[in-house]
Every structure is written in structure tokens, then in C-alpha cells.
């Protein structure tokens, strides 16, 4: 017999079917055990006689195999249940270290993290990456219809795209090799080969000695480049499209998870765009808030959110025009010490870090020079912007903290399937 999913059950009424899954909850009582069983898409009450345990002493989380005739029954919450006639135990369940199947996961963070796999089966957790891959395919689904095309860039590489020491090396057989920090200089080069518009979903490494909510040593970046644009304002266009889109992808294909989490996904509307000097005004204006350099601190980052969504409503802020010196060598110069690019805020954390990127060999090379790098050390990147490079940005947003702030965790860490971090290096 065919396996029947949960989700299916309600076509069966009347009819014999077969299920398998795990043991979520168990009942006995002197003439009948009720079992909760669950799979991948819900969970279904089961009535059996005590007799079809064979002596058995069943344990939840065991894996069973169930054959029984759907019936209705109105006491049961789906309206239904199964009474079973046949049970086989696929594999029994020991000595849990947590408890996965209370309303919340009663153990500490790091235990949680500890036994993922567990974790992972609770149902205020399960929901959080079936969500996190509606997002990523509504980001897909997007770019191709714009006429992206997804590639797939290497992840050991020569050297770091932002400078600086952040780089997690490793021996690649005879020479030193690192993890990639971005796919950013692979994006530009694809860009000059022609293709124009390209997106890609994949990890990304970051050797910072960070141990804070909103960091992951090794997290998924969603990133795109889009060539023959105007300026930066073009990207925020085409981003504010693509969240719209993604987010209402997220609504019809994710309700129940949202519903289980109790998220109430929000409408993403034009979203307003602010300097970063401005924005800086109004945090000591407004807050009292004081920033020794031209930046923006988490606090600085909530309190602007704040101040924009009681102003306009919207839960998103782009800040716009970062100091020169604030942003890598790629990113175009816009005079006055600022350049092209921006961070998206949502929900007081920035999301997204993107821009306009120099495309001519000569402003390429001399900002190199201005920032301290050695040219020659970029031989394999920079002579592509000597053979014809259009005009071109992209934007990288981090899918963790999307997620993240999407459902309301309040640790990154929550949002990543096995996080890395300073400390975590298992499972």
C-alpha cells in the first residue's frame, strides 16, 4: 500500500490507508490508546486497541508504521482521526536529552543547538525553515521572471573581496586558500561576460571573533548584480519589488507556519529613503543619540526604525550616501566623501547591504591605491573593467537575519539550520 501523508487524509474518508511518522503523544486508557502521530505535513489522532502494541512500551518520537480506515470523529481536532488495525514499530526512541513535544522547548539555548536534529522536529521550530525556503524561492521565482540567471560562484578562492583580515584560510594542496567572503568580485566578472542580470543563493564566511545575537560566522547570502543601471536608486527599486514579492510568495505558500508561529507578516511599501548623515541628525535630535563616527550602532539602528515607522508606517528603511571610507574599494564614489550605496533596515537590524559599483578600469584601479590595496594583488579581477564593463550594481541580503526579523527570534543563531560561530563548530 501506498503511504498516505496527513495532508491527504481528508480525500480518504471511509478508506483504508497506510502512514508512517513519528510518535508525537500517547494516551492509554483501559480499552483504547489514542496516538498523536506527525510527518512532514501535520499531525493526525489515532485510536487503537492496546493489543496492537504486542507488549511493546512504546516511547514518543518512536517511528511507527500505522494501517487503519480514516473515520470521522467531531471530538477529534481535525474532524477525524484513524482507527488503526495494524501497528509496526520502525525504530523506538530512547533516553531523549529534550523534550520536543511540550508548547515550548524547555532547555537552553546552547542544549538546543546541541540536539538540532531534536530541536528541530518542535513545532515552534519546524515552521521557521519551511518558511526560510518559501523566502528563498519567492527570490528565485522573482529574479527569473526579471530575466536573472542563477550561477554558482566558487567558495575557495585567491583572496578576500573586502580587504582587511576577515578571511578564513586553509591549504589548498600546495598554497594558502580562503573561504569566500562574498561572491561579489565573481558577480562583477559574470556581469562583464555578458549575462547581464545574476543572482545566487549561497553560504557565505566571515572569520570575525564576534559572539552577538545578530552574527554567524557562516550564513546564506542572497545576492544579486544588475548591469546598465543609472545609479543606486535603481537597486532599491528592484529590491523593494523583489521584497514585495517574496513576502507575499511567503504568505500563500507558508500560512499555517505563520499561523503556528503567530507572525503576521508585514506589507512591504515603498520604502522610504534616508541619508546617513540625516539619519544621524535625527537619532541626537530626536534620542539624544550621539555617534562618535559615521555610522549607525544597533541601538542607532532600532532607534531610526523606530522613528521611521512611526512617521511613515513602514517597517523598512533604506540609509543611503555611506562615508567613503565606510564602504569597500568596488563601491562607486559619489563626491563629498560619500559613495553610492545603501543598508536596508527592517525592524531595527540592517538586512541588506548593497549599491552602485565602479565599472572603469582607471576609478577602479586609483581607489585601490586610495585605500591602501595593491592592485597587483587583484590580477585576475581588475583587467576585466579594461575590456568593456557596463555600468552595474547588486545588493547582498543575509537570509538568517531576514528570517529572523520576519518571525521575531531573537537570535540569529535561532535562524540557521547549524549555526557557526565564534564558539559552534557542531553538530
Given at each position: 500500500m501506498k503511504r498516505a501523508l496527513v495532508s491527504e487524509l481528508s480525500n480518504h474518508r471511509g478508506a483504508e490507508v497506510m502512514l508512517r511518522g513519528w510518535v508525537y503523544r500517547i494516551r492509554e486508557l483501559s480499552k483504547v490508546t489514542f496516538l498523536v502521530?506527525?510527518?512532514?505535513?501535520g499531525m493526525i489522532q489515532v485510536a487503537m486497541e492496546p493489543s496492537l502494541l504486542g507488549g511493546v512500551q512504546l516511547s514518543v518520537e518512536s517511528v511507527v508504521e500505522i494501517r487503519g480506515v480514516v473515520r470521522n470523529e467531531p471530538r477529534a481536532a481535525l474532524g477525524y482521526e484513524i482507527e488503526a488495525h495494524e501497528l509496526k514499530v520502525l525504530a523506538l526512541a530512547e533516553a531523549l536529552p529534550i523534550s520536543v513535544n511540550g508548547p515550548t522547548l524547555e532547555a537552553a539555548p546552547e542544549t538546543i543547538l546541541d540536539y538540532r536534529v531534536l530541536s528541530l522536529r518542535h513545532a515552534k521550530t519546524n515552521p521557521i525553515f519551511k518558511i526560510q525556503a518559501a523566502l528563498v524561492?519567492?527570490?528565485?521565482?522573482f529574479l527569473d521572471k526579471e530575466g536573472f540567471l542563477q550561477i554558482f560562484t566558487p567558495k575557495i578562492?585567491?583572496?578576500?573581496t573586502e580587504g582587511g583580515t576577515e578571511l578564513f584560510s586553509l591549504q589548498y594542496f600546495e598554497t594558502k586558500a580562503y573561504l569566500a567572503q562574498s561572491p561579489q568580485f565573481y558577480k562583477q566578472?559574470?556581469?562583464g561576460a555578458g549575462y547581464e542580470r545574476v543572482y545566487e543563493v549561497g553560504q557565505v564566511y566571515r572569520a570575525e571573533k564576534h559572539s552577538t545575537s545578530r552574527h554567524l560566522n557562516e550564513y546564506v547570502s542572497l545576492d544579486l548584480e544588475l548591469a546598465f543601471i543609472d545609479?543606486?536608486?535603481d537597486i532599491m527599486d528592484l529590491q523593494n519589488r523583489l521584497l514585495a514579492f517574496m513576502f507575499e510568495y511567503v504568505l500563500q505558500e507558508c500560512s499555517e507556519e505563520l499561523e503556528e508561529l503567530g507572525?503576521?507578516?508585514?506589507?512591504?511599501?515603498?520604502i522610504p529613503r534616508i541619508p546617513l548623515l540625516e539619519a544621524i541628525e535625527i537619532l541626537e535630535r530626536e534620542y539624544g543619540k550621539i555617534h562618535e563616527e559615521p555610522d549607525l550602532d544597533p541601538e542607532g539602528e532600532r532607534l531610526l526604525n523606530k522613528y521611521i515607522l512611526d512617521i511613515t508606517g513602514s517597517e523598512f528603511v533604506y540609509v543611503t550616501d555611506y562615508p567613503w571610507a565606510k564602504r569597500p574599494m568596488y563601491t562607486m564614489p559619489k563626491g563629498e566623501g560619500l559613495t553610492r550605496s545603501f543598508d536596508l533596515l527592517f525592524r531595527g537590524l540592517e538586512i541588506t547591504t548593497g549599491g552602485q559599483r565602479i565599472h572603469t578600469y582607471e576609478l577602479l584601479e586609483a581607489n585601490m591605491i586610495k585605500k591602501g590595496l595593491n592592485p597587483q594583488d587583484y590580477s585576475v579581477y581588475l583587467p576585466n573593467f579594461a575590456w568593456g564593463m557596463p555600468p552595474h550594481g547588486g545588493l547582498a541580503i543575509g537570509l538568517e537575519r531576514l528570517t529572523a526579523q520576519i518571525i521575531g527570534l531573537r537570535n540569529v543563531r535561532e535562524a540557521s539550520l547549524f549555526p557557526r560561530d565564534r564558539h559552534r563548530l557542531t553538530p
Open positions: 502521530l506527525r510527518d512532514r505535513t524561492r519567492g527570490f528565485q521565482m578562492v585567491a583572496s578576500g566578472m559574470m556581469i545609479n543606486e536608486h507572525v503576521n507578516l508585514p506589507s512591504v511599501p515603498t
